[in-house]
Every structure is written in C-alpha cells, then in structure tokens.
C-alpha cells in the first residue's frame, strides 16, 4: 500500500546515491536494501526501506517496490523501470542521485535565501514592539515628572503600544496567521504552486526563477537523454518544471522536434536556453556527447543561481539593517531631542 510520504529531495539523492555504489561494488537490490537498512536510524526511512525489501521478496522487482511504498515521484519510477528493462539500472542510479543532489542544492539556496530575511524582518518587528510597549510609556513618565509631554508622533506610537499591549490576543491571531502561511507555502502543494507562481511573476526573482528551471531542464534532458523516446523524454522532463515560460518554451521545441527539425536546432530556435549555452548544447550534439553538454549547461545555471542568491542576500541585508536603524533612531529621537531641550532648558 502507498502509505509513505513522498521523499525530500535529499532523501533522493542519498538513496539514489548509495544503491549506485552498492550496485557498482556489486550488491544488488534485496542485499543493497538489506544493508542501508542497517545504517538507517530514521524510523520513516527504516519503514520504508522495510517495505522495500518486503515488496522485493515478494515480487522480485525494483521498480514495483519502489511504486509499491508511495514514496517516490512517479518520474523516478519510469526511470528505474526503463533501466532496467534496458540493462542500464547503474547509470540510471548514478543519474538519479546526481540530479537530486543538484535540486537539493538548488532548493536549500532559496531557503537560505528567504529565510535569513525573514528572520531579520520578524527582529524588526520585534524590536519595534519592545520600543513602542516598553521603551515610550517609561519615557511618557519623565515627560510627565518633568511637567511636559511627548510630541504627537511619539505619543500616537505610544497610543498603539498600549492598544497592543491590551489585545495581546491579536499578536497571538497575527502569529498563528504568519505560522499557518508559512506550514502552507512551504509544505502544502497548491501553496508551494502558489508561491512559485509569485516567484515567476515578481520582477526581481523571474530572472533567478528562469535560472532555476533552465538548470532543471538541462539536468533533466541529461538524465533520459537517449534512455527513452524524445518525446517521452520531452514529457517527463516538461513535469519537472513549475515555470510557465519556460514550460511553453519545452512545448514549443517539442513542436520543432515533431517537424524534423534536429535536437540542438529545436532548443535554440525555442529559445530555451542563452546563446553561448545554446552554442555549447550543439557542440555536444554534434560531437555524440550531448549529456555531458547538457550537465555542463546545468552546472552553469547552478553557478548563476547561487550568484544571484547570493547577490539578493548581499542587498537585503544591509537594505534591512538600514531600515531597522532608521525606525528605530526616528522613534529614539522623537523622544531623545524634546527630553534633551527640556533638560538644557532646566540647566
């Protein structure tokens, strides 16, 4: 029964990675399975090995182990199914570890990349609150010991505080809330879809998400290149994509490919690539060696995509750090500057 929670990207990539080194030294499914089973302390991952190796013992079948657990994405089963009837179950391995290890890398930079902001935005917030609840009513009494008062920005920041601090039920709503989107954009499918599409469509991320699906395709291509039928191919590797552009841009060369046009041809006309990734996918066609050329164009996109996760943190830090400093001087200062008049004037 598929009863198991699909794998993580990481979780791929380190039993697609293990099975091909078991495999290469000789150890097939069964005693492979047997063996990580040993090494394995998650209870998820010992339930589903343990169903794996129940499943072979019963049918004898890689493949319909796999799809038997529920555990693995349906792209991964064609694949080990089509190695296997094609002798080719190694490779297949190989393909599959190195692909995941490449999205996992690509997934944990856009975590990275929008977890330290938030972190720093909710410290805002944070701070801001302190300040306005606590900091401005002990500064309200010296005002008023002083027989003055605050001025109307710093006394409406205060009004605020107090209602805040009053409804503490509302900060307990707007937390749950923040929590609630964050479970459903980051573990929920449609929300996932959903913040992907918003990752497609926000002018300062198109440009990284198109780098993202173009590193997918091209490690995808290599993966089922000459492994299945081109337009199989095409499909399969169309599912990994969640970019609407650059999903008309595979149908497109898929169109070309359907009218004779030849495999480097199609991707360049379509646009699927740059012009020098464009150039280097010919070469390695032309040259009978098109999966290393589609790996190398996938390795290129990687480098562009860390390069602008790490260009995204190196302005939204200090971008943040400046705007955290600025709410927090206005409101010192609205306080600071009268009670320094005030103190000057008593002197």
Same mark, same amino acid.
């Given at each position: 029964?598929?009863?198991?929670?699909?794998?993580?990207?990481?979780?791929?990539?380190?039993?697609?990675?293990?099975?091909?080194?078991?495999?290469?030294?000789?150890?097939?499914?069964?005693?492979?399975?047997?063996?990580?089973?040993?090494?394995?302390?998650?209870?998820?991952?010992?339930?589903?090995?343990?169903?794996?190796?129940?499943?072979?013992?019963?049918?004898?079948?890689?493949?319909?182990?796999?799809?038997?657990?529920?555990?693995?994405?349906?792209?991964?089963?064609?694949?080990?199914?089509?190695?296997?009837?094609?002798?080719?179950?190694?490779?297949?391995?190989?393909?599959?570890?190195?692909?995941?290890?490449?999205?996992?890398?690509?997934?944990?930079?856009?975590?990275?990349?929008?977890?330290?902001?938030?972190?720093?935005?909710?410290?805002?917030? @944070? +701070? %801001? =609150?302190?300040?306005?609840?606590? $900091?401005?009513? #002990? &500064?309200?009494?010296?005002?008023?010991?002083?027989?003055?008062?605050?001025?109307?920005?710093?006394?409406?920041?205060?009004?605020?505080?107090?209602?805040?601090?009053?409804?503490?039920?509302? @900060? +307990? %709503? =707007?937390?749950?809330?923040?929590? $609630?989107?964050? #479970? &459903?954009?980051?573990?929920?499918?449609?929300?996932?879809?959903?913040?992907?599409?918003?990752?497609?469509?926000?002018?300062?991320?198109?440009?990284?998400?198109?780098?993202?699906?173009?590193?997918?395709?091209?490690?995808?291509?290599?993966?089922?290149?000459?492994?299945?039928?081109?337009?199989?191919?095409?499909?399969?590797?169309?599912?990994?994509?969640?970019?609407?552009?650059?999903?008309?841009?595979?149908?497109?060369?898929?169109?070309?490919?359907?009218?004779?046009?030849?495999?480097?041809?199609?991707?360049?006309?379509?646009?699927?690539?740059?012009?020098?990734?464009?150039?280097?996918?010919?070469?390695?066609?032309?040259?009978?060696?098109?999966?290393?050329?589609?790996?190398?164009?996938?390795?290129?996109?990687?480098?562009?995509?860390?390069?602008?996760?790490?260009?995204?943190?190196?302005?939204?830090?200090?971008?943040?750090?400046?705007?955290?400093?600025?709410?927090?001087?206005?409101?010192?200062?609205?306080?600071?500057?009268?009670?320094?008049?005030?103190?000057?004037?008593?002197?």
């Amino acid at each position: 029964m598929a009863n198991q929670k699909k794998l993580s990207n990481a979780e791929l990539a380190t039993f697609f990675g293990q099975m091909a080194m078991l495999l290469d030294g000789g150890i097939y499914y069964r005693e492979g399975i047997e063996t990580m089973l040993k090494d394995t302390k998650s209870p998820s991952a010992r339930a589903c090995l343990e169903q794996i190796v129940a499943e072979l013992t019963e049918h004898g079948q890689f493949d319909v182990a796999l799809e038997k657990t529920g555990a693995f994405p349906e792209h991964v089963i064609r694949m080990v199914r089509l190695g296997l009837r094609a002798g080719d179950d190694k490779a297949i391995c190989h393909s599959l570890a190195d692909y995941y290890d490449r999205q996992e890398a690509i997934s944990e930079g856009i975590k990275n990349a929008v977890t330290y902001p938030m972190i720093m935005i909710f410290m805002m917030l @944070l +701070v %801001i =609150i302190v300040l306005i609840t606590k $900091v401005l009513p #002990i &500064f309200n009494q010296v005002f008023t010991q002083l027989g003055s008062q605050m001025n109307a920005f710093s006394l409406s920041l205060m009004n605020f505080g107090n209602r805040l601090s009053s409804s503490s039920i509302v @900060l +307990v %709503i =707007i937390l749950c809330v923040i929590i $609630v989107a964050y #479970i &459903f954009f980051a573990k929920v499918p449609a929300g996932r879809k959903l913040f992907a599409r918003f990752i497609d469509v926000f002018p300062p991320t198109r440009k990284f998400n198109d780098a993202v699906a173009c590193s997918r395709f091209a490690s995808g291509i290599a993966m089922v290149y000459g492994r299945m039928d081109t337009y199989e191919g095409f499909d399969l590797v169309a599912g990994l994509i969640d970019n609407a552009r650059m999903s008309s841009k595979i149908a497109k060369c898929k169109e070309l490919l359907l009218e004779g046009r030849e495999y480097a041809e199609a991707l360049k006309e379509a646009e699927i690539f740059s012009s020098i990734q464009s150039r280097m996918a010919s070469i390695g066609f032309k040259s009978g060696n098109p999966q290393e050329a589609m790996n190398r164009i996938a390795d290129d996109y990687d480098k562009e995509v860390d390069k602008r996760i790490h260009d995204i943190i190196a302005v939204l830090e200090p971008t943040l750090v400046i705007i955290l400093s600025l709410i927090v001087g206005m409101i010192l200062l609205s306080v600071i500057l009268p009670l320094m008049g005030i103190m000057s004037s008593i002197g």
